[in-house]
């Protein structure tokens, strides 16, 4: 990537439920501060829109200020000011998008509506600058499972999406049901460390094309938690539920990449920093000759510093977005 804002620019995150805000000079992630709610949301098994909206109003401005002195950067020398402004709750976006836009009117710089997926996938340049498109990019997180083709930056081509839930929604439904907080992905592998992934035969989705499907999962989890109750072997139930979420992930994956003959891999997003995914994908990339890079593990769940490091790149083109731009639940990666 040769095309960086030189300056110091400050990003921020509040799509979903982590108000997270960082300094970015080119290529560098000068602080990435990250305030999780999670605490706040599991008493309710999930995140609350409402609730994290107001928890984002909280945090905004001392995560701000922590970002701004672990850089030791202040708010002149910002060149330019950027905020995830969709997918997400439209009320959580709101917060950190009036943030960004109010610095960027009061010490007159521009500001950069990201998309939050676009910031997934730039993840990768925190632990592997070199990467370059074409690359095909997985990204498996609590909202989004998609496969996207990068034949650039701003070059996006959708080649698969999950139909139903997303791999992370999965992950976090099936600790639910095995009584796990929210959110569960991570506790679930835990669990699963020392189970027996065969034990338990749990249904794989074999879509014809790129697509997954993971519902039929989630049905049988539930299933299979209520008839057995307490007899439940724990340990080997989680380990075959992970391994019923990761292998349609590899075989999808590596199938598309073979039919676009694409030999580089990225994974991005929450799911990413499931250590069996990443042994399972390695192995996988072993076996075909592919290239397999994963985002550094503070980068792989939301994070302000993915977001900057898009808005960097974007800043580097020249881009910015109108003080008009609004917020959005849905949206499709841009095409620059
Ligand atoms: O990327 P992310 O922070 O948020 C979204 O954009 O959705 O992903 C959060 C998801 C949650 O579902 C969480 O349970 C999952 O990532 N996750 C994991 C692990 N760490 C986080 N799932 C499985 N294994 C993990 N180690
Ligand atoms: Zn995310």
Redesign the pocket.
Known sequence: MKHWLEEPILAIET??D?TSAAIVKGPNILSNVISSQITTHQKWGGVVPEVAARAHVESLLPVVEEALDNAKVTLEDVAGFCATNRPGLVGALSVGVSGAKSFALYYDRPWLGIH?LEG?IWSILGSNPNVKPNFMCLIV????TELVLVSGFGKYELVGQTVDD?A??A??KSARCLGLPY????L??ELATNGNPGAYKLPQANLAGFDFSLSGLKTAVWRQVDSEGATLRREDFAASVQESIIRPLVKQTFRAMESREISVLCVC???S???K?RNEFQKEADRRGAELYFPPLEL???NAAMIGIVGSLRFGLGLKSSFDEDVSSQADLPFL
């Open positions: 799509s979903c982590e939050h997934h997180s609590g909202g989004h997303a992370g929604e992950f976090d959110p569960g992905g991570k679930l592998e997003g929450g799911v920093a499931n250590q995914l792989c769940t939301d």
